[in-house]
């Protein structure tokens, strides 16, 4: 069994995340104003603070990308995967010299697991400079 550089598809699984895919759900993060989110890439699950989101688009997309990313793996009956991306969100006042809307700040890290391998990744969007 060859598996994918977990490092490499956790890093792409998180720029995907902070990227334009995110913005069909910016107003459901918006409206929440700040949370810890938890998404379970093997079923698109969302969670935020512990608690169950309905479907999110971008849950969905990174599920999509993950099954992409595993399509040519022949996996062995039985082997443990994990494939987490959790994100903290926040929404920053806007600055004097800035733009005039509250700008989202995420920050997400993405855990991989295929039996034994594992594979990390990080981004960051609006982080403040």
Same mark, same amino acid.
């Given at each position: 069994?060859?598996?994918?550089?977990?490092?490499?598809?956790?890093?792409?699984?998180?720029?995907?995340?902070?990227?334009?895919?995110?913005?069909?759900?910016?107003?459901?993060?918006?409206?929440? +104003?700040?949370?810890?989110?938890?998404?379970?890439?093997?079923? +698109?699950?969302?969670?935020?603070?512990?608690?169950?989101?309905?479907?999110?688009?971008?849950?969905?997309?990174?599920?999509?990308?993950?099954?992409?990313? %595993?399509?040519?793996?022949?996996?062995?009956?039985?082997?443990?995967?994990? =494939?987490?991306?959790?994100?903290?969100?926040?929404?920053?006042?806007? !600055? %004097? =010299? !800035?733009?005039?809307?509250?700008?989202?700040?995420?920050?997400?890290?993405?855990? %991989?697991?295929?039996?034994?391998?594992?594979?990390? +990744?990080?981004?960051?969007? +609006?982080?403040?400079?």
């Amino acid at each position: 069994m060859t598996l994918p550089d977990l490092d490499t598809v956790a890093a792409d699984l998180c720029r995907i995340f902070v990227g334009w895919k995110l913005s069909e759900d910016e107003s459901a993060l918006r409206a929440l +104003g700040e949370g810890a989110l938890r998404l379970d890439l093997r079923t +698109g699950e969302a969670w935020c603070d512990e608690e169950p989101l309905p479907t999110l688009f971008i849950a969905e997309e990174l599920r999509r990308e993950w099954e992409r990313a %595993l399509a040519s793996v022949k996996l062995a009956a039985g082997i443990e995967i994990e =494939a987490v991306l959790e994100a903290v969100f926040a929404l920053r006042p806007p !600055g %004097l =010299a !800035g733009p005039r809307a509250e700008t989202l700040q995420v920050s997400c890290a993405c855990r %991989l697991r295929i039996g034994s391998a594992t594979g990390r +990744g990080e981004a960051r969007r +609006g982080a403040a400079s």
